[in-house]
């Protein structure tokens, strides 16, 4: 059974056109991150919630946003998408800050 | 600052044979972990194995074995009888526990592909 579940798997956007992406979890972890993958690139940590605590990384866009209203649901939105944010978004899991990481499937996302 | 140098973007490997992903790391933290992930064409990023680095033993999860080697700083992935499922990108990752809150810092990935 999935435990980290994406949705949608696929996301075509228009330039310019806010989108959001869904993330939910059966582990009960305290962590979720958001990651950003760009072609033949490794993921980049976009930000995490420990429990309600929002963690940014210092150099994320503002354009992205995230909202996480319980323990099983994180959401990533991306505010006015630009043609440089086509990319695959994984979410991931963890217990806490120091356990290891569960990824979901990912949603590729096109920006039209 | 910490690092992660997978220097094989693409490696070969014939069905049933063994192979090796090399992986080095720099980091000042005593304390830390390493991660192996493998990445199919779908996307999903699936976790294989752990290293701590104070185990004293190398970690071993079925066909996948991590030849740690602390003085070296070296954390390569072994893959035992290679299947046709194992191709793949491979990402080694680090985390250490001193620092911001334990992210995970990846290498650039190696494309593994297995020949029948």
């Known amino acids: 059974d999935a435990m980290v579940i994406q949705n949608p798997r696929y996301q075509v956007t228009q330039f310019g056109k806010p989108v959001t992406l869904s993330c939910s979890q059966t582990?009960?972890?305290?962590?979720m991150y958001w990651y950003q993958q760009k072609s033949s690139q490794a993921p980049k940590l976009l930000f995490h919630?420990?429990?309600?605590?929002?963690?940014n990384e210092a150099d994320t866009p503002d354009n992205f946003q995230s909202r996480r209203p319980n323990t099983s649901f994180c959401f990533l939105d991306i505010r006015s998408p630009g043609l440089g944010d086509a990319a695959m978004y994984l979410c991931?899991?963890?217990?806490?800050?120091?356990?290891?990481?569960?990824f979901g499937p990912g949603t590729r996302l096109l920006v039209l | 600052a910490q690092k992660i140098t997978q220097t094989q973007p693409g490696m070969f490997v014939q069905e049933k044979e063994a192979v090796t992903l090399d992986c080095t790391y720099d980091?000042?933290?005593?304390?830390?972990?390493l991660f192996w992930y493998k990445q199919p064409s779908s996307g999903e990023m699936i976790f294989l194995i752990y290293q701590g680095s104070y185990d004293q033993q190398n970690a071993t999860e079925g066909r996948y074995s991590l030849n740690f080697q602390k003085a070296r700083k070296s954390a390569n992935l072994v893959i035992s009888a290679s299947q046709l499922g194992d191709s793949a990108m491979y990402f080694c990752a680090m985390r250490d526990y001193g620092g911001s809150q334990g992210n995970l810092i990846f290498g650039k990935g190696t494309k593994l592909s297995v020949k029948p």
């Open positions: 582990l009960n972890h305290n962590v």
């Open positions: 991931a899991t963890s217990r806490d800050p120091i356990q290891t990481q569960y």
């Open positions: 919630y420990y429990d309600k605590d929002f963690n």
């Open positions: 980091t000042s933290d005593p304390s830390y972990g």
